[in-house]
């Protein structure tokens, strides 16, 4: 009689422990989702002053403060290119053609001073540029994932949809978006998986 007892005790306790675990784990998953994706910015300048930049969002923040701005061209996670002077440039016909091409090397342009170039590679769109000689040399790297541009310019119209750019964004691994040296000082903006921008 005791020991069936003891073996009652044990089932409940380990079904008890069990349906503590569960909870435990339920919690830890709603207060991080598994594979949420991190947008950072880091600007760091080398003047002496120890200045800098730190910005650490999860793309879904982004997302919902991107759709709750309305002001100049921005309206609710959408650009509006039909009243921005682009100087007679359809930017939404060129990322479509963009999208739809295959991959290649569109713009080489190279001098002395300068080197631009932009491509298309393994479903990236790369946009390169440096200037300036090698003591100011400044140079800017994009690398969008052609999904986040096809999402940007699915909506339509002459709007570019940042909020589902975001979303497409947030299906992609660890990506490197934007390198920027300026003298003295660099810009990055990449997604991955950690809270912080180190």
Not at 73 to 100: C, E
Not at 140 to 148: G, Q, T
Not at 162 to 182: M, N
């Amino acid at each position: 009689m005791n020991s069936q007892f003891s073996m009652k005790r044990l089932a409940l306790g380990a079904l008890c422990a069990f349906a503590a675990a569960l909870m435990v784990t339920a919690v830890i998953h709603a207060q991080a989702p598994q594979g949420e994706r991190w947008l950072h910015v880091r600007v760091d300048g080398d003047n002496g002053k120890g200045e800098m930049v730190r910005v650490n969002l999860p793309i879904s923040l982004a997302e919902k403060i991107v759709s709750s701005v309305d002001h100049n061209q921005l309206h609710h996670g959408h650009i509006s290119l039909g009243h921005a002077d682009m100087n007679g440039v359809d930017l939404r016909a060129i990322l479509d053609a963009v999208r739809t091409s295959r991959d290649g090397e569109f713009v080489t342009v190279k001098n002395h001073d300068q080197d631009i170039r932009v491509a298309k590679e393994n479903g990236v769109l790369i946009v390169h540029a440096t200037d300036g000689r090698s003591a100011d040399r400044h140079s800017v790297e994009v690398r969008v994932p052609i999904s986040v541009v096809d999402a940007m310019v699915a909506a339509g119209g002459q709007d570019l949809d940042v909020a589902a750019g975001l979303r497409a964004l947030a299906t992609h691994g660890d990506t490197e978006l934007v390198t920027v040296k300026d003298g003295n000082q660099t810009v990055r903006v990449w997604i991955d998986s950690k809270n912080t921008a180190d």
